[in-house]
């Protein structure tokens, strides 16, 4: 009887402090004296040991009983009692020569005095005081100096030193707590001091508790609930009024009590097998109402507007030089040494020290280092290896001065150094061997105790590894100091979950010292993790709840990282969902107790059940969700073993995998169909426990956690977690409304439960909080089941109306926007995407082609998402990956996977099923033809034309490339330029390709542009229209069927004529001549005073031809001219790549005087503002300004066009237009023929908001398009509403135009290629068109596009030719900027 009850004891660790002697010595007490009047009477002990024990603690003791009323056996509701005499006060053995004395006096309060003789600093005691044994501890109000309240369930309270002791003082006012409950916690090692493996318990001097004090089990306050819901006409309950019922039935209960009733009887009459049934199905029914569908509130959607930290504040820290410790400046001293090669390395910890373990080679000796930062005497106990682990006498010759020799040992002191003066100083081991003498170095180390590698030796390998080392890179993109110390301790952390989260809680604050780069490369390493690519246990035996409380104290530093650090907010979410919830203490425990009770009720103690038992009680893992789900899933299909191995696989597991773990899983689950019901009902709820520990995105457990739940110990330890306190009104039965709903086939409901608990959660997350942790797994599981419930949806989706997925897809932006810490543009497409619905719904007839410019936003917005991911995670990934030497193929689409765990890919999956939707509504089709020039040659599929731009192919070639920015020129050879992306039909490129007679197009249909790319090596011709390409293969004798082989090139009479300084620095616009400046300047100067008053134009002055080489041939410039001609000489041999220096070498120009001057009174005489009159460093500005226009005559993009078409580069002379810049609201492009079509009657423009710049740059998205009939310009026809979410704008201020002699050569597009820059530099705004007028008021948009079209109308008869004008529009008012003849 009593070695069962020790048993059970033993699996309980939570609250169960007494020892088996203790239990055995008070049990025989009792029943030496009068069992018949005690509280445990015989069989009352034997129900004690059967299976339902709960393993709690409990103390036997004589009880005062009234006469009238029976005794409960119950041990929930034991009632007051008189205590036997004892001892108050104890002493304990802590460790080593270190004791506690803990002493109980009592005066008007119990004062409890705990000593701690020779005791390390930074200690604190963990406690929390019991009113009756079976309760979880309640925080006292009155508590010592210092004390902080730690998870919401202890108190923490610090220790005072004093010589080699530490003192605390604790006083109890409350008369009816029994007992104080603690541990003492080493904070600085992470060490637990606990009472032979349990909690340290210390009764205290008790009075009697009143009776009403005495608890009733939740199980009978709804029982009562129950009868008194039948008593008053079975009423339809709102959540309100149930919360009252269950208090007036808790208090009918306790009245009954006070009244003479035990426990035991209320539970008897209460719970009569008619009564029981009718409560389960009234519970199952409910008893209020459930909605349907939830009423959201309205919310401003940019309170939700996250915008980035800005770099310098946000990198602060890590731009500051680390400083080294002495290990990294001792290790760094050994590997620069030459001809050094590191054959092994690895770093120990030892309680906050570390120990660093070297093996080197050079010149065929082996050098073993050994160095530590652990102060006081240490000495090596060590020996060498000729087969690996075996400990041999290492020979004397070899010996160290000062060695000791032993049997199959040696031992040597280590010695002190300083690595850098007489500060930084460690111990160190060096010995030299020759190699291929011994195979391995075993050692232990002894200071003031032994030191072991986790209960075994430590060994170096004195080889290099048998696998050829990986080229791990430079680390570059990374926060290479922390992986490097990341993969030293790996072979630690792979010990066990234990050992890898108090190492990662140990290092998350030195990766966020080292900023975003650090953070990214701790989500890194803890997301390798969690995908399995790193070790999770080897050959090391740790209980559950050790791994919990790990994972709890890691969480913690987590959450005060989000609240301290919120730009790392998305970073920390994503790797607090890699780690899971953890617990503290008897959280974890219960994976260990569970099981066997599950296997005890069950009668399934063998085969796969005791093997799965021996591995949770070894190490459990995220592994044990997927088995118990497993095991479900089976029991489920009515025992088929299919679905059990389908469950495994799908998720990972195999069977090596299974066999893989330090307690195998050999055997497959057998059970009988008379087990399915208990053991179904029973894993269900191990399934949470497991959850609530290794899962963090599990709702129902991070519910739980929020809204506080109580598990009672049957068999095991109890939980219970307290609600949160200042959730928001109404937010249980929300999250009441997530959970009856989240498997619902039809999701939309379920959808907006989940977003409007999100949105109730958000303004919490950003306050500090202890519990905050739970808040954020709570968010980040809401978050997941977003993601799971979209996925669930598409089937249902297929279908459906364009407005249910564009509605579906709003949810899913709503969702994104929550997760994401630079969210504005995100914000923006949700806000169009509402509008298009509003557009919808109101029969507006463009609304699929404004839907389709804001899917193609929100494209982009995830490409850039996707972008910035790569940028920050995947250096990481393939750094670390490297230096751990894990599976390539898993690390090179590392954040690939990152992506598509997140809603992000749930997001584009629904905008790539509505593309087509939309496409045909608005008669888009699958292309969008820039240039549509016929075309026969080979398929060649390219990633970004940017980098083919200077390549020549030698056969005519169709490129089908994946980005293509709209800045790039298109490579020699090239008939075809085929693309996803969406340059403007006004940019750079595509009027380069109409230009040059080259196919141009962008292709919408993935399913299109994928037979494409199979079709790479193949000859294809392909057919343009306006509006659309078929293409066909052909044979290699069709080639010379093309039109556009033919090469198109300068007449060789049209060549740079050089231009020569015609003594003057600075001209006004009456000076613009052919010889002074370029056809952009003269061409503005011809427009005033001949286009209609409505139409403004700038006023202009301009550094004329020749400035430039004046400039550098003044004395003061001499050594820049010196460079240039040496660099100059080097790009004439060939060498492209000095170009930068180039460029760079020109900003070092100085202004002559006369140059200033000059300029100053030119353009204070055209009533344009002077730099200078600001100051000094305003005309530094302007002057930079002018040599970056200078110095764009060496960028690559114009290099390379004028060498193609064997322009002469030296004589490209260099003009600048000088500009004051009209601040404007839009900025528009004009082509008086349309370019497309090539129809003379039809004006094209597109508009952008802001300057122009995002217009002719390379800036994603599309413009705004249009086009207007030449005999009907007040009617403009929307071709497509604008996608780019970048607008720039910029106070008043000066910009300087390039304006060379090459731009505007006949047959020749030289426009575009040379830089214009502004002095000031340019703001940019994310762009919010759900209320721009421009798109949103039909009549402002009118009024705008026919005023655009009216002035390029007018342009164009003013020249007599087709026109290419650039312009914009302030207040209303049209500016042309620039005019040149349409090519």
Same mark, same amino acid.
């Given at each position: ?763 919490? +997350? #950003?306050?500090?909080? $202890? =519990? !905050?942790?739970?808040? *954020?797994?709570?968010?980040?599981? &809401?978050? @997941?089941?977003?993601? %799971? ?117 749930? +997001? #584009?999956?629904?905008? $790539? =099923? !509505?593309?087509?939707? *939309?496409?045909?509504?608005?008669? &888009?089709? @699958?292309?969008?033809? %820039? ?124 060549? !740079? ?10 001209? @006004? ?315």
């Amino acid at each position: 009887m009593h070695k069962q009850i020790y048993q059970d004891m033993s699996n309980s660790v939570g609250h169960g402090l007494l020892r088996p002697t203790v239990l055995e010595h008070q049990i025989k007490s009792i029943c030496n004296g009068n069992c018949g009047n005690s509280l445990f009477s015989n069989s009352q002990i034997r129900k004690l040991s059967s299976s339902d024990f709960r393993g709690q603690r409990f103390s036997a003791r004589k009880l005062k009983l009234r006469t009238n009323r029976m005794v409960s056996s119950y041990p929930k509701a034991a009632l007051a009692t008189d205590r036997a005499p004892e001892q108050l006060g104890r002493r304990f053995k802590l460790d080593g020569d270190s004791e506690m004395q803990v002493n109980v006096n009592v005066s008007s309060v119990v004062l409890v005095e705990i000593q701690i003789t020779n005791s390390n600093d930074n200690l604190y005691l963990h406690w929390g005081v019991k009113q009756n044994q079976k309760e979880q501890w309640m925080l006292p109000n009155r508590r010592p100096e210092g004390t902080k309240v730690f998870n919401d369930q202890a108190l923490r309270s610090p220790l005072v030193k004093s010589g080699s002791d530490s003192f605390l003082k604790v006083e109890i006012d409350d008369p009816a707590v029994e007992a104080i409950e603690f541990l003492i916690v080493d904070e600085r090692h992470n060490r637990w001091y606990k009472d032979n493996g349990q909690n340290f318990y210390v009764k205290l001097p008790l009075g009697e508790k009143p009776i009403s004090s005495i608890g009733v089990t939740e199980e009978l306050v709804q029982i009562q609930a129950y009868l008194r819901w039948e008593r008053n006409g079975k009423k339809t309950y709102t959540p309100e009024q149930e919360k009252k019922e269950f208090e007036e039935a808790r208090k009918e209960l306790l009245r009954e009590i006070e009244n003479g009733s035990s426990v035991d009887e209320l539970r008897k009459k209460n719970t009569k097998s008619d009564i029981q049934k009718n409560i389960k199905n009234q519970l199952g029914k409910r008893n209020y109402s459930t909605p349907e569908k939830i009423n959201r509130k309205k919310r401003d959607l940019m309170q939700l507007l996250k915008k980035p930290t800005p770099v310098s504040a946000r990198e602060g820290i890590s731009s500051t030089p680390k400083t080294l410790s002495a290990l990294q400046i001792f290790y760094k001293l050994i590997e620069e040494q030459s001809d050094v090669s590191v054959l092994n390395k690895q770093t120990y910890r030892i309680y906050d020290k570390q120990l660093l373990v070297l093996a080197t080679e050079a010149f065929g000796k082996i050098r073993v280092h050994l160095a530590t930062d652990l102060m006081g005497p240490l000495t090596l106990h060590w020996a060498l290896s000729k087969n690996a682990g075996e400990w041999l006498t290492p020979p004397a010759e070899l010996l160290p001065v000062g060695s000791t020799s032993l049997v199959k040992a040696a031992e040597t002191l280590f010695s002190t150094v300083s690595v850098d003066g007489a500060t930084n100083k460690i111990q160190a081991f060096e010995l030299e061997i020759e190699e291929g003498s011994f195979v391995g170095l075993p050692f232990v180390l002894r200071g003031e105790n032994w030191i072991n590698n986790n209960d075994s030796d430590f060994y170096v390998e004195l080889s290099g590894p048998t696998k050829p080392i990986k080229d791990v890179g430079d680390g570059k993109g990374t926060a290479k100091d922390l992986l490097d110390r990341i993969a030293s301790l790996e072979s630690e952390a792979e010990q066990s979950f234990m050992h890898r989260f108090n190492i990662a809680a140990d290092l998350i604050d030195e990766a966020k010292d080292a900023g975003e780069l650090g953070v990214a490369g701790f989500l890194v390493w803890m997301r390798f993790m969690a995908t399995r690519q790193l070790v999770w246990n080897k050959a090391y035996c740790v209980k559950p709840r050790e791994i919990s409380q790990a994972q709890a104290r890691l969480i913690h530093k987590l959450q005060n990282i989000y609240s301290s650090h919120p730009q790392y907010s998305e970073l920390v979410r994503m790797i607090m969902s890699s780690v899971g919830h953890g617990g503290e203490g008897d959280v974890g425990q219960r994976i260990r107790d569970e099981i066997l009770v599950i296997q005890q009720k069950n009668k399934c103690k063998g085969g796969m059940m005791e093997e799965w038992h021996q591995k949770l009680h070894n190490n459990t893992s995220p592994d044990d969700v997927i088995i118990c789900q497993a095991l479900m899933d089976y029991i489920k299909s009515d025992l088929d073993i299919s679905v059990y191995w389908e469950t495994l696989n799908t998720n990972g597991i195999t069977k090596e995998r299974l066999l893989s773990y330090d307690r195998a899983i050999h055997n497959e689950p057998n059970f009988s169909r008379d087990q399915k019901e208990g053991l179904l009902r029973d894993l269900g709820s191990y399934l949470k426990t497991l959850k609530a520990v290794h899962s963090g995105a599990d709702l129902e457990s991070a519910i739980s956690n929020c809204m506080g739940y109580i598990a009672e110990g049957r068999g095991m330890v109890g939980v219970t977690i307290k609600p949160m306190s200042g959730l928001p009104s109404g937010f249980q039965e929300l999250l009441q409304f997530v959970l009856e709903h989240v498997e619902d086939k039809n999701v939309e409901p379920l959808l907006e439960g989940l977003l409007e608990a999100r949105e109730e959660l958000k303004p919490l +997350l #950003s306050k500090s909080d $202890n =519990r !905050l942790q739970d808040l *954020l797994f709570l968010d980040i599981a &809401l978050d @997941s089941n977003v993601r %799971i419930a979209i996925e669930r949806s598409y089937e249902q989706l297929k279908n459906a109306k364009p407005e249910k997925i564009m509605y579906f897809i709003t949810l899913l932006l709503e969702n994104l926007v929550l997760s994401s810490d630079d969210n504005e543009d995100l914000i923006y497409c949700w806000k169009g995407w509402n509008r298009a619905l509003t557009m919808v719904k109101t029969g507006e007839n463009d609304w699929a082609l404004f839907a389709k410019s804001v899917l193609d936003r929100t494209r982009l917005a995830l490409a850039t998402k996707g972008e910035l991911y790569h940028q920050l995670l995947q250096p990481s990934a393939e750094y670390l990956g490297a230096l751990l030497d894990l599976d390539q193929s898993a690390v090179s689409i590392f954040t690939e996977e990152m992506i598509r765990s997140g809603s992000a890919a749930s +997001l #584009s999956s629904l905008v $790539n =099923r !509505l593309d087509p939707v *939309l496409r045909g509504v608005a008669n &888009l089709g @699958s292309w969008q033809v %820039i240039s549509p020039v016929k075309a026969v040659g080979y398929v060649v599929v390219v990633d970004e034309l940017l980098s083919v731009q200077n390549k020549c192919y030698q056969v005519p070639t169709i490129l089908v490339a994946n980005k293509v920015s709209g800045e790039e020129e298109i490579p020699d050879g090239a008939v075809a330029v085929l693309t996803p992306d969406m340059p403007d039909v006004l940019s750079h490129v595509s009027v380069r390709a109409r230009n040059s007679k080259v196919c141009f197009a962008t292709c919408f249909d993935p399913d299109i542009l994928n037979d494409l790319r199979a079709k790479e090596g193949i000859l294809l011709n392909l057919k343009p229209t306006s509006a659309d390409i078929t293409y066909c293969e052909v044979k290699e004798d069709n080639l010379t069927q093309s039109n556009n082989l033919e090469e198109v090139g300068l007449s060789p009479t049209i060549q !740079l004529v050089k231009k020569e300084f015609n003594g003057k620095y600075a001209i @006004s616009s009456d000076e613009f001549t052919s010889e002074m400046v370029g056809a952009k300047s003269r061409n503005i100067a011809y427009l005033k005073g001949k286009v209609p008053s409505s139409v403004g134009i700038p006023t202009s002055v301009a550094l004329p031809f020749g400035v430039f080489e004046k400039v550098l041939s003044d004395k003061i410039n001499q050594g820049v001219s010196e460079k240039l001609q040496i660099l100059n000489k080097q790009l004439v041999t060939g060498e492209s790549d000095v170009l930068r220096e180039i460029r760079m070498t020109v900003l070092d120009l100085s202004a002559p005087h006369q140059l200033v001057q000059e300029l100053k009174t030119t353009m204070q005489r055209s009533d344009m503002p002077w730099p200078g009159d600001e100051g000094e460093e305003r005309w530094e500005q302007a002057w930079t300004a002018i040599k970056k226009v200078w110095a764009s005559k060496w960028n690559e993009r114009a290099y390379f066009s004028t060498k193609k078409v064997k322009l002469d580069h030296d004589f490209l002379c260099m003009a600048v237009l000088v500009q004051e810049i009209i601040n404007a609201d839009y900025a528009f492009v004009i082509h008086t023929t349309n370019p497309s079509s090539g129809d003379s009657s039809e004006i094209y423009a597109e508009v952008v908001k802001g300057l122009g710049e995002t217009l002719v740059g390379a800036y994603p998205g599309r413009a705004l398009s249009f086009i207007s009939r030449k005999d009907n310009l007040d009617s403009p026809k929307v071709l497509g509403y604008p996608s780019k979410p970048i607008g720039l704008f910029i106070r008043r201020s000066i910009i300087f135009r390039s304006d060379s002699n090459g731009e505007d050569l006949e047959g020749y597009a030289g426009a575009g290629l040379y830089d214009s820059v502004p002095m000031d530099e340019e703001d940019k705004v994310i762009l919010d068109y759900s209320s721009d007028p421009l798109i949103v008021d039909a009549d402002f948009q009118k009024l705008i596009l026919s005023t655009i079209a009216r002035a390029g109308d007018s342009i164009e008869k003013l020249y007599g030719t087709p026109q290419d004008i650039e312009g914009v529009i302030r207040d209303g008012k049209i500016y042309v900027v620039q005019t040149r003849p349409q090519m």
